[in-house]
């Protein structure tokens, strides 16, 4: 494998150049957004590079694409007064002592009561994951069920932290989200499950791919970027 990288612009493409036994170019732009060029044994380096400045506007767009799954978090103090997302909605965290640990949603307060105030992040990570594994299903339900209709249904449906992804989904067909997600609104939500849904159907991001996400979901540029905005 070569390790190189192109010009266009005032941006630099990194790539990875892997020669092997076919008969044509092919690139790949993957979910952690590096560039992967596979080229006939024989093809020339300068000729190679033409063809990745040729498609570098399409390799700079699926790269923002993926980079839209990156979550973002600001760091947070867990202090009173502070401001939380859930569900789209800011709230204000209200820190209260009390010889019982638990979290409400209160009006406009997400009301953590604890006896120790260094347990307000747990506390408040798994409301969070607990809110989560209900919400998750319950918009997920709908979209599988619709999705039959292409005769595929995910295998399972699993939460998991993940630094670099909102979704995504295994060659077996299980759908992983990150509960980060509870942050964002419903329509963010559905927008990643649709997207996993999708790859359900069509394994890569093909044309086929788009288009069938943009007959199931046709404002799902919408929520993409609110998504990339609100949690940014």
């Known amino acids: 494998m070569i390790k190189d990288s192109i010009e266009f612009g005032s941006e630099t493409i990194d790539f990875q150049l892997i020669y092997s036994d076919r008969k044509s170019l092919g690139i790949t732009v993957t979910p952690e957004m590096e560039v992967v060029v596979k080229a006939p044994v024989d093809a020339a380096l300068d000729k190679i590079k033409q063809k990745l400045r040729d498609k570098a506007p399409w390799i700079l767009r699926q790269q923002r694409f993926f980079l839209s799954f990156y979550p973002k978090a600001t760091p947070k103090r867990f202090v009173g007064g502070e401001t939380h997302l859930y569900l789209g909605r800011q709230y204000r965290l209200k820190v209260k002592e009390g010889d019982t640990n638990e979290v409400k949603l209160k009006g406009r307060f997400i009301e953590v009561t604890c006896s120790d105030k260094e347990k307000v992040e747990g506390l408040l990570k798994k409301w969070y994951l607990e809110h989560a594994r209900i919400r998750f299903k319950q918009y997920a339900a709908p979209w599988i069920e619709r999705f039959q209709h292409y005769k595929v249904a995910p295998s399972n449906l699993v939460l998991r932290e993940m630094p670099t992804r909102w979704g995504s989904c295994t060659p077996k067909g299980k759908i992983i989200l990150n509960p980060e997600l509870i942050k964002a609104p419903k329509g963010c939500i559905e927008y990643v499950i649709v997207h996993e849904l999708c790859h359900l159907v069509h394994?890569?991001?093909?044309?086929?791919f788009?288009?069938?996400?943009?007959?199931?979901?046709?404002?799902?540029?919408?929520?993409?970027?609110?998504?990339?905005?609100?949690?940014?």
């Not at 394994?203 to 086929?208: A, I």
């Open 203 to 208: 394994h890569d991001h093909t044309q086929k």
């Open 210 to 232: 788009i288009d069938l996400q943009e007959k199931e979901m046709p404002e799902w540029e919408k929520w993409k970027m609110r998504l990339e905005m609100l949690l940014a």
